[in-house]
T-cell receptor, first 109, second 116 residues
Framework: GQNIDQPTEMTATEGAIVQINCTYQTSGFNGLFWYQQHAGEAPTFLSY??LDGLEEKGRFSSFLSRSKGYSYLLLKELQMKDSASYLCAGLDSNYQLIWGAGTKLIIKP | GAVVSQHPSRVICKSGTSVKIECRSLDFQATTMFWYRQFPKQSLMLMAT?????????EQGVEKDKFLINHASLTLSTLTVTSAHPEDSSFYIC????????????FGPGTRLTVL
């Protein structure tokens, strides 16, 4: 079956760095997405990886290892507004998104 | 960037009534639109995939006669919750897939449905 695993909740300190891990099993693979979702709002796109390696975009970076079925989202210089849920989603062979349950990130001052 | 609008943002209705939610892609043509439902503290659940001009494909466990989806044009899809009941209260989110290289889905802002 298809499955996306990520931690349920993480806590980090303002100004610090946090890494949110995601492992995936999909029928075929056409890439991996990370979305940010604030409470009561729709998800917003953060990153997309389809090749192995690190993609950096400002304070956020995303890494993919296809051989390991593994990705992580790295957030640097954490700000209070980064408190949100982070959703990992794999794109399968039918170009359907398979969603993880999301990681709730709590930022403390 | 691509913008998807959703209307209404919030709706409260009585049990037994029907509610229509509209999803529009404002600055691009969306051949495929997706409807999701999200219960509190849970992840997105795909309900159905709709392609313009054809019948929607529903996920297992989603009643197609209860959740009517119409994708009449490349910029508009509607979801009608028929004979709504309190257990249908949820956050309904649509997304539209454009024609970018990596099939990104652009999400609407969501509709909070409360059935009394």
């Amino acid at each position: 079956g298809q499955n996306i695993d990520q931690p349920t909740e993480m806590t980090a300190t303002e100004g610090a760095i946090v890494q949110i891990n995601c492992t995936y099993q999909t029928s075929g693979f056409n890439g991996l997405f990370w979305y940010q979702q604030h409470a009561g709002e729709a998800p917003t796109f953060l990153s997309y990886n389809v090749l192995d390696g690190l993609e950096e975009k400002g304070r956020f970076s995303s890494f993919l290892s296809r051989s390991k079925g593994y990705s992580y989202l790295l957030l640097k210089e954490l700000q209070m507004k980064d408190s949100a849920s982070y959703l990992c989603a794999g794109l399968d062979s039918n170009y359907q998104l398979i969603w993880g349950a999301g990681t709730k990130l709590i930022i403390k001052p | 960037g691509a913008v998807v609008s959703q209307h209404p943002s919030r709706v409260i209705c009585k049990s037994g009534t029907s509610v229509k939610i509209e999803c529009r892609s404002l600055d691009f043509q969306a051949t495929t639109m997706f409807w999701y439902r999200q219960f509190p503290k849970q992840s997105l659940m795909l309900m159905a995939t709709s392609n313009e001009g054809s019948k929607a494909t529903y996920e297992q466990g989603v009643e197609k006669d209860k959740f009517l989806i119409n994708h009449a044009s490349l910029t508009l899809s509607t979801l009608t919750v028929t004979s709504a009941h309190p257990e249908d209260s949820s956050f309904y989110i649509c997304s539209a897939r454009g024609t970018s290289d990596y099939n990104e889905q652009f999400f609407g802002p969501g509709t909070r449905l409360t059935v009394l």
